[in-house]
């Protein structure tokens, strides 16, 4: 197992917030060597609700978020899944109806992304707001 494959999977593991269905893909993580594995490009990493009833749906990238068209193509689609299903009945009936206020996706990077990829975040916020979702990105 790669290096990286482990850390996501440790990533996930020492979540307190993650949702439990979760744990059931980690075994399921082989990797295709990119920070956003391609077996959860369709799949909503770590969904929480605050108590305030904001809820932030985060995608998880463990390493570096290259500058390369793939990886720019990765996070969109990523995002788009993360918008599809936040727009879908099944949220709406479990988390309220979406919106930009209070409805959040997070890309959460273990490692600062080059820099088109937080110009890429910025310029998809506008397209991300029409679907009634904020987007963010953290570094921890």
Known sequence: MT???QK???WFSEKEDHSVSN???LSEIEGDGHPIPSELVERIDIITLD???????TIVSVGYLDDSDYTAQRIIDKINSYL???NDEEFMKEFGKPSVDQTTIRLDC???????VLSLIES?????????????ISIS
């Open 110 to 116: 273990t490692i600062e992304p080059h820099p088109t």
């Open 3 to 5: 290096n990286w494959i």
């Open 84 to 86: 599809s299903f936040i």
């Open 51 to 57: 108590k305030d009833g904001r809820t932030t749906l």
């Open 23 to 25: 744990q059931s893909i």
């Open 124 to 136: 998809l916020q506008a397209q991300v707001n029409h679907w009634n979702s904020s987007l963010i």
């Open 8 to 10: 996501i999977k440790n």
